[in-house]
C-alpha cells in the first residue's frame, strides 16, 4: 500500500515512465475511445461525477496514471494498493482510513493495481465501503473481468476496456520524453525516426516498455562533448529479444499468429512448434499465444475431437501456474495435438451462418412450447402448452418443435466425417430421420 501526493517532485534518478507519468488529461496519451472530446469517461472526470470502476486492458496502457490522474482532478486522497503484496489485514486498515477521511468531507480513491488477484474473500471485503461511499473503487486488471471479479463487486462498478496504443501514440510519447525536461529535454540527445519508430513496434502498445527501451538506448548511447548518440548497435541490444518479431523485412506481430494457425489448421507441427516458438523468443505473452489455441480448439478441430478444447484450456491454465520459461513445453503439446488433430470447422461455420440470420431477420418470439409457466396468467396465455418431455420417451426424443415457424427446417450444424465428428454426423442423420417418420 502506498499512498502518493499528487504534487511531489519527481526524483531524477526515478524511472523514465515514473518521470514523465502526466498529472492532467492533456498529456494522457491514447484511449480516445475513452477520453476523447465528448466521450463517457472523460466527461465524468471532467464533471468530477465518477464513481467506481474498473480498468480491463494490458500491461502499459495507462490504467495506474489514469487513476492518478482521477485523484487529482477530483481532489481526493490517492491510495495505491497492491493485490500481490496486501491481504484482509492491509485492506481492514485501509478502508478504516477511508471512513475516517469521508467523515472529515475527504474523497479517497483507492486504486487497486491487479485487483484479479485477490481472492472472494479480500474482494467481498470492499464490498459495504464501496457501496457507502467510503471510497471510490478503481480496479485493475489484465484478465476479463466476468470471469475474475465477484459479481456483487462488478456489478457496483462500471468497467471500462483500455486498448494496447498504436504505434502513433508511442511514437508520440517516445518525442515527448525526449523534449520534456522530466525525461531528456535538458540533455542533446541525437536519435533518429527510424529508431524510434523501432523502439514503438518493439513495444507493442505498452508505454512502460517504450519508454524503459528509449532510456535503456539512451543511457548506452555514445557519450561526447555536444551530444548522446543513439546508436543501431545499441538498439539492436536493447530490442535484441523482439527483432525476432518485427524482423528487418517488416514482419508484423500478426504475421506471425496467421503463420500459427494456418500450419495447425494444415497438419503441420513442426512448422507450428516453428511458429510459436518464434513469437515466445520474440517476447509474445504466452497467455496470448494459449488464448489462440483455445479459439482453434473450437474453430478448426471442433467436433472432430472435443478433447482438443480441454487440451488447449489445460495449456492456459499452466501457463498462468508457471509462466515464462517452463510453460513453453505445455504450448508445443498444445500445439502439437492441435496440428495433429482431425480437422472440422462445422462449429464455427454453423456459429456464423446463425449469427447472420440473427441479425437480418427480425427477433422471432420463443415458441410456447418451449416458454415456461410459473404463474396462473402465464398458464392462461397457454404458456407451456405442448411441451413434451424427451425423457419420458423410450427413445429420448419428441417430433416437438423447438425453432422458430419463420426458421422450421433450418441448418446450421452441417457435421463432417472428420474423426468423432463422423460419429455425430451419423447420430443426427438418424435423430433427423426419426423425427421426419415420425411427423408423416
Excluded at 425453432?403 to 422450421?408: A, W
Amino acid at each position: 500500500m502506498e499512498q502518493m501526493s499528487l504534487f511531489d517532485d519527481r526524483e531524477l534518478n526515478a524511472p523514465l515512465a515514473s518521470r514523465l507519468r502526466p498529472d492532467d488529461l492533456g498529456e494522457f496519451v491514447g484511449q480516445e475511445h475513452l477520453l476523447g472530446q465528448g466521450k463517457m469517461l472523460r466527461s465524468l472526470i471532467e464533471k468530477d461525477q465518477i464513481s467506481s470502476m474498473i480498468f480491463w486492458g494490458p500491461p502499459g496502457v495507462g490504467k495506474t496514471t489514469l487513476a492518478s490522474i482521477i485523484a487529482g482532478k477530483t481532489k481526493a486522497e490517492f491510495i495505491n494498493f497492491s493485490a500481490v503484496t496486501s491481504g484482509i489485514k492491509e485492506i481492514k486498515d485501509v478502508m478504516n482510513q477511508a471512513e475516517n477521511s469521508r467523515r472529515m468531507g475527504i474523497r479517497t480513491v483507492l486504486f487497486v493495481d491487479e485487483i484479479h488477484r485477490f481472492n472472494k474473500a479480500q474482494q467481498d471485503a470492499f464490498l459495504p465501503f464501496v457501496e457507502k461511499g467510503s471510497i471510490i473503487l478503481i480496479g485493475a486488471t489484465t484478465e476479463n473481468p466476468s470471469f475474475e471479479i465477484n459479481a456483487a463487486l462488478l456489478s457496483r462498478c462500471k468497467v471500462f476496456v483500455l486498448k494496447a496504443l498504436e504505434e502513433k501514440d508511442l511514437i508520440k510519447l517516445l518525442w515527448h520524453a525526449l523534449k520534456k525536461p522530466a525525461g531528456f529535454g535538458n540533455q542533446v540527445v541525437r536519435i533518429t525516426e527510424d529508431q524510434v519508430k523501432a523502439i514503438a513496434e518493439f513495444a507493442n502498445g505498452d508505454a512502460r516498455t517504450a519508454l524503459n527501451t528509449l532510456e535503456m538506448a539512451v543511457l548506452n548511447g555514445e557519450i561526447s562533448a555536444e551530444a548522446i548518440t543513439v546508436t543501431n548497435e545499441g538498439m539492436e541490444q536493447c530490442i535484441s529479444r523482439k527483432s525476432l518479431l518485427y524482423d528487418k523485412s517488416g514482419e508484423e506481430h500478426y504475421n506471425i499468429i496467421s503463420a500459427l494457425h494456418k500450419s495447425m489448421r494444415n497438419s503441420d507441427p513442426d512448422a507450428a512448434i516453428y511458429w510459436m516458438c518464434r513469437m515466445l523468443e520474440g517476447g509474445e505473452n504466452p497467455l496470448y499465444i494459449a488464448r489462440r489455441l483455445i479459439r482453434f480448439a473450437s474453430e478448426d478441430v471442433g467436433m472432430a475431437d472435443s478433447q482438443a478444447l480441454s487440451v488447449a484450456v489445460a495449456a492456459y491454465q499452466a501457463c498462468h501456474f508457471l509462466g515464462m520459461p517452463e510453460c513453453d513445453v505445455h504450448l508445443t503439446h498444445a500445439v502439437t495435438y492441435l496440428a495433429m488433430a482431425p480437422k472440422s470447422n462445422a462449429l464455427y461455420t454453423a456459429c456464423e451462418d446463425c449469427k447472420r440470420d440473427v441479425r437480418s431477420k427480425r427477433a422471432e418470439p420463443v415458441p410456447l412450447q418451449l416458454r415456461n409457466a410459473p404463474t396462473k396468467l402465464m398458464k392462461d396465455l397457454s404458456y407451456g402448452a405442448g411441451y413434451q418431455y424427451a425423457h419420458d420417451t423410450e427413445e429420448k426424443l419428441t417430433k416437438m418443435e423447438c425453432l422458430p415457424e419463420s426458421l422450421r427446417g433450418r441448418e446450421y450444424y452441417r457435421p463432417t466425417v472428420q474423426g468423432e465428428e463422423r460419429q455425430i454426423k451419423e447420430k443426427l442423420e438418424r435423430v433427423k430421420a426419426w423425427k421426419k417418420e415420425e411427423s408423416i
